[in-house]
């Protein structure tokens, strides 16, 4: 008997921090090993690439010239969180040879999700333009989002860098790894505990939801918890079902991660998504 989709159940599979009763502990955990690893390694903060204050990006620089770049995109459905709270990102790449920047982005109400999605391209840009003056090379930058960073690191994948600027690659994101995805934004206008700060339209839900882009050259990486959500889990089934795979060549659910501790795989240099993130830097 099929399942009434209604209200209810829409905010029951996308409001991971009801599914996840200990989120707040390790978001606070999140935070606090940020503000150790901003103390342990090279950084230069709240670096502008725009004009707004919130268009603001932390640097970690590389160990030595030429190295790749990973450029992080944190989560929080577009409305919350902060690039102080996922430094923690940073040491085990610089460690393995990497720059890594994270940017920050406006949060809704006060911006829109598209908005956010050309901050997040002017950041990259930004990347682009200044990462050899970090130990970057320019030519080989990968995106990592988490969530609604995920959303925009396939945004990312499939931007025309060229109408952006003409200094600009034709292909300035080289791949893209997607942890706990949102590539489809039709169900997130639906969840009633987002309405009232994202005011999604339909219309804006065609543009801004990435499944349905023309495939990009690729490569992203889909990745999900195994403890998330059917939504979650058909969101990452989502991207490699509507994009293919030759440009979604891994599309992969990680046993016993819910939406939380997913990222954590992240920055253990034992774990399988470790190596992938390596293996797109080059540092594998």
């Known amino acids: 008997m099929a399942t009434t989709k209604d209200a209810a159940w829409y905010d029951e599979q996308y409001n991971n921090r009801l599914r996840v009763p200990e989120s707040a502990d390790i978001l606070a955990r999140w935070t606090e090993a940020s503000s150790l690893s901003r103390g342990g390694l090279r950084a230069r903060l709240d670096l ?47 460690k393995a040879g990497a720059m890594v920047v994270v940017p920050n982005y406006g949060l809704c109400p006060q911006v829109t999700v598209e908005d956010i999605a050309l901050q997040a391209a002017q950041a990259l840009a930004w990347t682009c333009r200044h990462a050899a003056a970090h130990g970057g090379d320019p030519s080989r930058i990968v995106v990592v989002g988490h969530s609604a960073g995920a959303h925009l690191a396939a945004m990312l994948l499939a931007c025309r860098w060229k109408q952006l600027g003409d200094d600009l690659p ?58 998330e959500s059917e939504e979650f889990l058909r969101q990452n089934q989502l991207i490699r079902d509507q994009w293919g795979p030759s440009t979604v060549p891994v599309c992969e659910v990680l046993p016993g991660k819910h939406h939380f501790n997913v990222l954590h795989e992240l920055v253990d240099p034992a774990s399988h998504t470790h190596r992938l993130a390596l293996h797109l830097l080059g540092l594998a």
């Open 170 to 227: 034709q292909r300035l994101v080289s791949g893209a790894i997607g942890i706990s995805g949102l590539y489809d934004l039709e169900p997130v206008r639906q969840a009633p505990f987002l309405q009232a700060d994202l005011h999604l339209t339909p219309a804006q839900v065609r543009r801004l939801s990435p499944a349905f882009f023309p495939r990009p050259r690729g490569p992203l990486y889909a990745l999900v918890g195994g403890d």
């Open 48 to 94: 502008p690439y725009g004009a707004s204050g919130a268009e603001r990006l932390d640097v970690f620089a590389a160990q030595r010239p030429g190295s790749p770049v990973l450029v992080f995109i944190h989560g929080g459905y577009w409305r919350a969180l902060d690039k102080a709270d996922h430094s923690f990102i940073a040491p085990a790449f610089v």
